[in-house]
């Protein structure tokens, strides 16, 4: 396998078609036109998705994919690809606009506080009483049979 990969280099060097092979510089005017009808698409479906009010993650999630996929075959066409800090801006911008609510923690609901809480205190008030009368139980259990 290595000295098929080693024929081929030399074959490619010897015979000038390794100069052929030369990847063109990145245009990132087409990228960014590209990224515009992505985007374009993407916005009108995020309108609906109340993305102000709470984070819809789950809602949008095969949106979100089909922007990738759009921003990735973007990046290939104008030679972007390589230039990965082009994708992750575009990323760091849709993340800012739209998901900046769902890192935000909140508190669940009052029943279910209580529902959490309240096995934990009855169990620590009542324990205390289950002690002691079955502690007690053995030393009073002879004097009530009247042996």
Not at 44 to 58: A, F, N, V
Not at 64 to 91: I, M, P, Q, T
Request: glycine letters at 6%.
């Amino acid at each position: 396998m290595v000295f098929t990969a080693y024929l081929l280099a030399l074959v490619f060097t010897g015979t000038g078609m390794a100069a052929k092979f030369v990847v063109p510089p990145c245009d990132s005017h087409m990228f960014d036109s590209g990224v515009g009808y992505c985007l374009s698409g993407f916005n009108r479906s995020m309108e609906t998705s109340g993305y102000q009010d709470r984070c819809p993650w789950p809602t949008v999630k095969r949106t979100y994919n089909a922007l990738k996929v759009c921003v990735d075959e973007w990046a290939s066409v104008s030679w972007c690809r390589g230039h990965g800090f082009l994708v992750d801006e575009v990323f760091l911008e849709v993340h800012k606009m739209y998901f900046k609510l769902c890192g935000q923690v909140h508190d669940p609901p009052l029943t279910t506080l209580i529902m959490l809480i309240a096995p934990v205190l009855i169990a620590t008030l009542f324990l205390p009483v289950l002690c002691v009368s079955l502690t007690t139980w053995d030393t009073e259990m002879p004097s009530t049979l009247g042996l």
